[in-house]
């Protein structure tokens, strides 16, 4: 691939991201809205709006192998714009439920959120296996680095944009939003070039993930720090009677993008293991901080260090999945990779806080410090594996 080439794959790579990001928007839109919406409108508990909020990881981490198996079968821009398509559906039947009665309007919803999960899937596996297509295995970290700013930079703009769409103009035209942005981005990527699918014999799904589970179990145990984060860092503050709570999320957003941007060529470069080595100890400290905090600017510092750390173990763990895959089944070793990261980030929160009424919020980040910990066992553990295994021949 010459210099001008490889220039192009990455002028196509960025339109990717740039459609992935407003097309995303129809994911992180909703989230602050929906809570509200069942209770008020159906008149239904936190519990069953908590449930519409989180069944649409359930069906992303269930359909992470078929959206695997379209990109290594029919190529990732297929597998991407599926999803696409999939997103588009799911608002249109989400804004459909608004007209029913309560309890069949909250199924249908649930309906519509359980295909926005599919369409997540197959988004995001597309886009990744695609991407790597586009710029080739070398460059596998950085794709995936540019994805998380991509889907993390909607996450940001996402949530107030929602509520304030749904505030002005309500949950109808919030629905219609997150139809019509998908639509966009499939029409934005349709010029762009495919990447071919790669011929060979495929394995099944369940041994691909035999195969990848300790690089997936590093990043599953870093993803426990990220989600509880996210879960209790206003509730933390507002317990310990600390100011700026709404820092808390800045900090760590504002680290893991800064780090993203800085450091998102490192894997390619120097190795995903040395990379993920250095972020799950930053992870850790973080997460460690935030637990003994004694003070609301300890606790903002211990928000940073966890998204500095957090940021870049999912790309450089990912590097490592590229090298030991056969290329012809790299979509689908993504596809059971992230499946660890969404097991995480499903489970963590939900668990952790049956703790909280006894142990107080600052449990969590003990527990979160201890998976990175873990995390960075696994990681020094296979590393020293590979390296007898490597010796061995010439023993």
Same mark, same amino acid.
């Given at each position: 691939?010459?210099?001008?080439?490889?220039?192009?794959?990455?002028?196509?790579?960025?339109?990717?991201?740039?459609?992935?990001?407003?097309?995303?928007?129809?994911?992180?839109?909703?989230?602050?809205?929906?809570?509200?919406?069942?209770?008020?409108?159906?008149?239904?508990?936190?519990?069953?709006?908590?449930?519409?909020?989180?069944?649409?990881?359930?069906?992303?981490?269930?359909?992470?192998?078929?959206?695997?198996?379209?990109?290594?079968?029919?190529?990732?821009?297929?597998?991407?714009?599926?999803?696409?398509?999939?997103?588009?559906?799911?608002?249109?039947?989400?804004?459909?439920?608004?007209?029913?009665?309560?309890?069949?309007?909250?199924?249908?919803?649930?309906?519509?959120?359980?295909?926005?999960?599919?369409?997540?899937?197959?988004?995001?596996?597309?886009?990744?296996?695609?991407?790597?297509?586009?710029?080739?295995?070398?460059?596998?970290?950085?794709?995936?680095?540019?994805?998380?700013?991509?889907?993390?930079?909607?996450?940001?703009?996402?949530?107030?944009?929602?509520?304030?769409?749904?505030?002005?103009?309500?949950?109808?035209?919030?629905?219609?939003?997150?139809?019509?942005?998908?639509?966009?981005?499939?029409?934005?990527?349709?010029?762009?070039?495919?990447?071919?699918?790669?011929?060979?014999?495929?394995?099944?799904?369940?041994?691909?993930?035999? %195969?990848?589970?300790a690089l997936g179990a590093? !990043? /599953?145990? *870093? +993803?426990? #720090?990220?989600?509880? =984060?996210?879960?209790? @860092?206003?509730?933390?503050?507002?317990?310990?009677?600390?100011?700026?709570?709404?820092?808390?999320?800045?900090?760590?957003?504002?680290?893991?993008?800064?780090?993203?941007?800085?450091?998102?060529?490192?894997?390619?470069?120097?190795?995903?293991?040395?990379?993920?080595?250095?972020?799950?100890?930053?992870?850790?400290?973080?997460?460690?901080?935030?637990?003994?905090?004694?003070?609301?600017?300890?606790?903002?510092?211990?928000?940073?260090?966890?998204?500095?750390?957090?940021?870049?173990?999912?790309?450089?763990?990912?590097?490592?999945?590229?090298?030991?895959?056969?290329?012809?089944?790299?979509?689908?070793?993504?596809?059971?990779?992230?499946?660890?990261?969404?097991?995480?980030?499903?489970? %963590?929160?939900?668990?952790?806080?049956?703790? !909280? /009424?006894? *142990? +107080?919020? #600052?449990?969590?980040? =003990?527990?979160?410090? @201890?998976?990175?910990?873990?995390?960075?066992?696994?990681?020094?553990?296979?590393r020293v594996t590979e390296?007898?295994?490597?010796?061995?021949?010439?023993?």
């Amino acid at each position: 691939m010459t210099q001008s080439d490889k220039n192009d794959a990455q002028l196509d790579v960025i339109k990717l991201i740039l459609a992935l990001t407003l097309s995303y928007l129809a994911v992180a839109m909703p989230l602050p809205v929906l809570s509200g919406y069942t209770h008020q409108h159906l008149g239904l508990g936190a519990d069953l709006g908590g449930l519409a909020v989180g069944i649409a990881f359930l069906s992303t981490l269930l359909t992470r192998g078929p959206a695997g198996d379209l990109a290594d079968g029919r190529g990732g821009k297929k597998s991407m714009q599926w999803g696409l398509i999939i997103y588009c559906v799911a608002g249109l039947i989400c804004m459909l439920s608004h007209w029913l009665s309560p309890l069949l309007s909250y199924g249908v919803l649930l309906l519509g959120r359980l295909l926005l999960g599919v369409g997540e899937s197959f988004t995001i596996v597309g886009m990744v296996s695609w991407g790597i297509g586009l710029m080739g295995p070398a460059r596998s970290g950085r794709v995936m680095a540019w994805l998380g700013m991509g889907m993390y930079g909607a996450f940001a703009l996402g949530g107030p944009v929602g509520l304030w769409i749904y505030q002005k103009w309500g949950f109808i035209a919030l629905m219609a939003v997150c139809a019509l942005l998908p639509l966009i981005g499939w029409f934005a990527i349709r010029p762009l070039p495919s990447s071919k699918p790669i011929p060979g014999k495929r394995e099944p799904f369940f041994k691909v993930v035999k %195969s990848i589970w300790a690089l997936g179990a590093v !990043v /599953g145990l *870093q +993803g426990v #720090g990220f989600a509880l =984060l996210g879960a209790f @860092i206003t509730q933390y503050f507002d317990s310990q009677h600390w100011a700026h709570a709404g820092w808390g999320l800045t900090c760590f957003g504002g680290g893991f993008v800064l780090v993203r941007i800085l450091c998102g060529h490192l894997p390619d470069k120097i190795g995903g293991g040395k990379v993920a080595f250095g972020a799950l100890i930053v992870e850790a400290v973080g997460q460690y901080l935030l637990w003994g905090a004694g003070n609301s600017y300890m606790a903002l510092l211990g928000a940073l260090l966890t998204g500095m750390g957090c940021s870049m173990v999912y790309p450089a763990m990912g590097v490592e999945v590229v090298k030991m895959i056969n290329p012809q089944q790299r979509g689908t070793a993504l596809g059971a990779f992230s499946a660890f990261q969404d097991l995480a980030y499903g489970v %963590s929160a939900p668990l952790c806080g049956l703790l !909280v /009424g006894s *142990q +107080g919020f #600052g449990i969590v980040y =003990l527990i979160g410090g @201890i998976a990175a910990s873990l995390a960075l066992v696994l990681l020094i553990k296979g590393r020293v594996t590979e390296q007898q295994q490597a010796q061995a021949p010439s023993q």
